[in-house]
């Protein structure tokens, strides 16, 4: 598995998703979202908070396992989780992964 600072983990192409292994590879994207903080990217439980108000300034930095990011740091982070999906994934399109809309949609597909 190869990673650094800023890019999710890619795993071997034998542990990678490819239809048939949901249970070993669902365990592997689960750690290494815990391990970054992004585990509610992919359950779906930090949401994309609303845009601030021009008279509202934004909160201090926020940490990824900050259930209230900006919105500039939900999108970003939401990417990054997409991302561990989409790259550990063998032929995403075939498998139905929507790449257009948030990790957590992506995540419920695989489990139908």
């Not at 989409?86 to 995403?92: D, L, M, Q």
Request: hydrophobic share 35%; glycine share 4%; with cysteine.
């Amino acid at each position: 598995m190869s990673s650094n600072n800023h890019n999710p983990p890619i795993f071997p192409d034998n542990l990678q998703f490819d239809g048939t292994n949901y249970i070993t590879f669902r365990d592997r994207v689960l750690i290494a979202a815990q391990l970054r903080g992004a585990e509610g990217y992919l359950t779906g439980t930090t949401t994309k908070p609303m845009p601030l108000s021009p008279t509202t300034s934004p909160s201090a930095l926020t940490e990824w396992y900050d259930p209230t990011p900006t919105v500039d740091k939900w999108c970003i982070r939401n990417a990054w989780t997409l991302t561990l999906i989409i790259y550990n994934t063998k032929n995403p399109i075939r498998l139905g992964i929507s790449m257009s809309d948030t990790a957590a949609v992506a995540w419920k597909t695989l489990k139908m």
